[in-house]
């Protein structure tokens, strides 16, 4: 099966309508059996339109995680309920939301999970060295924003609550997956759960830069997964730091995380199933 991987394209920050056309025409001439997209596709009031675009111009399956950038402008539950009501809008199977789509056996022996996920701020100095456009509005994301105001405590609670919820999720339906079968599980997430394979503009992310693009709540839910599990080979796929890295972290524990920029048409990586 192949299957066709973008990360973080952020379709709205395309510079010109040109631009987007010369993608929806690539992804329409993509001779793969399903595209996976681990975030940041376009901002809250767009979303909607954006995955439109993705379902008509690809008609195939789709699996997907929303980033923060997706959250943008809104409070989180109304981007869920913006994402639920195009999914349920285009053909069925086209549009898969991983956090409704559980366990998804894409043939036999390989499934795929996921779950948006969030960065904890548990990696690195926590603090607010680092201003996030996530946390102040009105661009930002109006949950993170709200509990900022009642205190940095509150905002870190916040995303350890988000980041619990993306690592319960994903290893409850691994866990199904490997009941029905799988043998190889695809794990799309958005930020990448290891510190090794965090690289932050080419680098590896520094103290300050950490607590924001590292889920090591995820992370640490992974390294309990692999061990309970070790025949089965995980692979995670993830984004947000724009960055290319692929990181072994165990026998049978595999991260990569994929390189975008804004402006440009996003990178199509390519992935048999048999050779994952």
């Not at 066709?4 to 793969?32: A, N």
């Amino acid at each position: 099966m192949k299957l066709d991987w973008i990360t973080d394209p952020h379709l709205d920050h395309l510079r010109s309508e040109e631009e987007l056309l010369k993608f929806v025409q690539e992804l329409h001439d993509r001779d793969s059996d399903a595209l996976l997209v681990t975030g940041d596709i376009a901002e809250s009031k767009t979303i909607y339109d954006f995955l439109g675009i993705l379902s008509g111009a690809y008609q195939r399956p789709i699996y997907f995680v929303l980033g923060n950038h997706d959250y943008y402008g809104a409070w989180m539950k109304q981007t869920q309920q913006r994402v639920q009501s195009v999914c349920k809008a285009v053909p069925k199977g086209i549009l898969n939301w991983m956090p409704d789509a559980g366990a998804v056996l894409l043939e036999r022996g390989v499934a795929i999970v996921g779950h948006d996920g969030m960065y904890d701020g548990r990696e690195g100095t926590p603090g607010m060295e680092m201003s996030m456009t996530d946390f102040f509005l009105p661009h930002g994301i109006f949950d993170l924003a709200d509990a900022l105001n009642h205190g940095a405590r509150h905002l870190f609670d916040r995303l350890e609550e988000i980041a619990a919820e993306s690592a319960t999720h994903i290893t409850s339906c691994a866990k199904k997956a490997v009941a029905q079968g799988a043998k190889k599980v695809i794990i799309l997430t958005h930020v990448p759960p290891f510190l090794k394979a965090s690289y932050f503009r080419g680098r590896p992310s520094d103290m300050k830069s950490r607590p924001w693009y590292v889920n090591k709540t995820l992370g640490e839910a992974l390294l309990e997964l692999a061990e309970e599990y070790r025949k089965v080979r995980f692979v995670v796929l993830a984004g947000h730091t724009h960055g290319e890295r692929a990181v072994g972290i165990r026998e049978n524990l595999f991260v990569q995380v994929g390189a975008a920029r804004y402006g440009k048409r996003p990178k199509f990586v390519r992935f048999e199933t048999a050779e994952l």
